[in-house]
């Protein structure tokens, strides 16, 4: 699992948005705003999908035994 932060992400996403736009002076908080934004879409996505993901992988992970209590 990344140990990288909600802000971390967040700054990485607006440097990388600042830079394809020609790396712009005076435009650093429409960049963060963008980052914001983009990175709170992908972590209640990732969040969406570990939820609809996690009690099958969990029976996955799940060693097979003949004792159906276990």
């Known amino acids: 699992m990344e140990t990288e932060t909600i802000e971390q992400r967040i700054r990485a996403k607006a440097y990388a948005l600042w830079q394809e736009d020609g790396s712009m ?3 650093a908080d429409e ?3 963008k980052a ?3 990175v709170e879409a992908e972590v209640a996505e990732e969040r969406r ?3 609809a993901d996690g009690p099958a992988s969990n ?3 799940r060693p097979a ?6």
């Open 25 to 27: 002076e005076g435009c």
């Open 59 to 61: 029976e996955e992970r």
């Open 36 to 38: 914001r934004a983009l």
């Open 65 to 70: 035994t003949d004792d159906p209590a276990t």
């Open 31 to 33: 960049y963060w705003k």
């Open 49 to 51: 999908r570990e939820a």
